[in-house]
């Protein structure tokens, strides 16, 4: 990406909300240290999972983007997050970042392997694992829109919430995420679209 962009002068974002949990090989070195105009972002809210926090950060080689960044932070941010900030920091000290990520992809792989055992039993479903990170994005049987399914799902009996492909451009398919360890109760929403899909089966 990075031989691209430099042939035409872009510029290049990429946000690592999911740094340290990539399960098919290393961590990818940050762009704003391969390309002078290359910007990395950040946050604790995804790997650490501290998504109350709304803390993050940004990283570019180049002054005046920065200078940039914090004026147009200064001029859209009404409320100070001085204390997720303090949290933040906190989280991030060498002592409490390794432990805290490495229990994040302990629970990661523990949830990712549950999906992966579930999705075998799945004859309406398929997907393609994740190489990083705690969402995939599955396929859905022919002649089932991902917006009705999850509408569906949100409904009585099921009650379950799942972001339908078409906010990706894949309406043929739904999103499902492995984070936030046991405490989110993988299985009992796996059920819940496991029974989804065999009630649309009946219906075709």
């Not at 914090?70 to 970042?97: F, K």
């Not at 990661?108 to 549950?114: D, E, R, T, V």
Request: one cysteine or more; proline letters at 5%; aromatic letters at 6%.
């Amino acid at each position: 990406m990075v031989a691209i962009a430099d042939r035409v002068g872009a510029w290049l974002l990429v946000d690592e909300v999911y740094a340290g949990l990539e399960w098919d090989g290393p961590r990818a070195p940050s762009v704003a240290g391969l390309y002078a105009r290359g910007i990395t972002t950040g946050s604790v809210s995804k790997a650490l999972g501290l998504q109350g926090l709304r803390t993050g950060w940004i990283i570019c080689p180049d002054a005046e983007h920065m200078r940039d960044t914090l004026i147009l932070r200064e001029n859209s941010s009404e409320i100070m997050n001085i204390m997720g900030e303090v949290i933040a920091e906190i989280a991030l000290r060498p002592g409490h970042y390794a432990t805290a990520l490495a229990r994040a992809r302990a629970e990661g792989a523990a949830n990712l392997a549950q999906m992966k055992d579930w999705l075998a039993t799945q004859d309406l479903l398929s997907w393609v694992p994740p190489n990083a990170g705690l969402i995939g994005l599955a396929r859905l049987p022919e002649g089932l829109d991902s917006e009705a399914f999850v509408r569906q799902l949100l409904a009585p009996p099921y009650r379950t919430f799942l972001l339908p492909g078409s906010a990706y451009d894949l309406p043929s398919h739904i999103r499902l995420g492995v984070g936030g360890g046991a405490a989110v109760r993988l299985q009992d929403g796996l059920n819940q679209v496991a029974q989804g899909l065999s009630d649309w089966r009946k219906t075709r």
